[in-house]
């Protein structure tokens, strides 16, 4: 658990002086861990990877999407080219690229010859309940939604019905599932959590129990996960997909502690940030989604929480950023702000190009400001760390 400072005073009111200074020792040993495994990533990474272009940096910190449903169509053809030539980092699957089973174990197998020293992102949403790329129509097994399994099973049975699932998705070739669901169940009218079941509870305490769950049962299948949504989507009272979304007057610093509990037991390979907006957590004037914002990002999440691993967007072509942002506008402000993997769905107005899209913007930035290009470095880092832990 890491406890930030106006947590504080709250522990030497309620909780014995021995007690406290104990808490106090275990949040400042938590933090120090992070921030030194941080400082320490570039150190820890294969020698092959010092000697990366800065275009191939750039590159690991792309994920797309696509049209394709087959190992053979021309779009599968060209993200291999350029997941071969380190132009881009990964690859987000929807329901469209899933024909059958085969086909998509077929294309993933393709991703993952492309680069089998650095492994692909092959992403995909697949929470349970409403939320599934895979599904019965093509033979996948389907489970329930987060706020079902948490009524009828105990952490250590979801942990055995996660385990099927991610061992299921994993023989897919897939690397990535972008969940557990860390929000709070904190507003029961909620559009987009709470109308589904996607969040196990409206106590952080709970969310953080089957969360840990989730990530166990995919770490054991070799499997990455992403943490989502920070800074908390179970309070908002709209849906980012659709527009903008304003959590200032319903937010609450509780929606922090599952990421609090998780960072504290080392069972977080990424954060993922929401499109949310919070009028104490943006310059002035600026109406700024946590998803571009330095005082969430960098503020928060990194100096706060002591998080010092991968940050990955949520879909930066939802109405939340697209209405509001230019392409360029979205890919710099995500990175200045701390982001390290910009996820794109490409599904607003596709094209085949928006990969090289994003990198010509990375390059030309970094071109124009060295803070940029250290930017890219640093994101990097921690992206081929991650890898690493691929199986």
């Not at 861990?33 to 750039?58: D, I, K, N, S, Y």
């Not at 996660?162 to 559009?191: K, R």
């Amino acid at each position: 658990m890491v406890l930030t400072r106006p947590a504080l005073p709250l522990i030497r009111r309620h909780l014995p002086i021995k007690v406290a200074a104990v808490i106090l020792a275990r949040t400042i040993l938590v933090t120090s861990f992070f921030r030194l495994a941080a400082a320490l990533v570039p150190l820890l990474l294969p020698a092959w990877a010092h000697g990366a272009t800065l275009e191939q940096m750039a590159g690991q910190m792309i994920v797309v999407g696509f049209q394709g449903d087959d190992a053979d169509d021309a779009s599968v053809a060209r993200l291999r080219d350029e997941l071969t030539s380190g132009r881009l980092g990964g690859v987000m699957l929807l329901k469209v690229n899933v024909k059958s089973l085969d086909a998509v174990a077929a294309m993933n197998a393709a991703f993952r010859d492309t680069s089998p020293d650095l492994p692909p992102f092959i992403t995909l949403d697949q929470e349970g309940g409403a939320v599934e790329r895979l599904t019965s129509d093509v033979g996948f097994k389907e489970i329930p939604n987060a706020a079902a399994i948490a009524a009828a099973d105990s952490p250590e049975q979801a942990e055995a019905i996660y385990a099927e699932m991610a061992a299921s998705i994993a023989a897919l070739g897939f690397t990535v599932n972008f969940g557990p669901i860390a929000d709070v169940n904190l507003n029961p009218n909620n559009q987009v959590i709470a109308k589904f079941g996607r969040a196990f509870s409206s106590d952080p305490a709970v969310v953080a129990e089957y969360d840990a769950a989730f990530v166990r049962a995919h770490h054991a299948a070799g499997l990455l996960t992403a943490l989502k949504h920070f800074p908390g989507h179970g309070s908002s009272t709209a849906d980012s997909h659709e527009g903008f979304v304003d959590i200032t007057q319903t937010w609450q610093q509780a929606e922090l502690d599952p990421y609090r509990t998780l960072m504290s037991e080392g069972l977080v390979d990424m954060v993922m940030v929401g499109h949310l907006y919070h009028a104490d957590y943006a310059d002035a004037g600026t109406q700024t989604p946590a998803s571009l914002s330095p005082q969430w990002i960098t503020g928060v999440l990194r100096d706060e929480l002591g998080y010092g691993g991968v940050v990955i967007s949520d879909d930066l072509e939802m109405g939340a950023i697209r209405d509001h942002f230019t392409l360029e506008q979205t890919v710099t402000q995500a990175v200045r702000a701390g982001t390290d993997v910009l996820l794109f769905s490409n599904t607003a107005k596709y094209r085949a190009s928006l990969g090289q899209e994003i990198l010509d913007i990375l390059l030309a930035e970094a071109a124009a400001d060295p803070a940029f290009a250290a930017r890219i470095e640093q994101s990097y880092a921690r992206i081929v760390a991650l890898k690493g832990r691929i199986r």
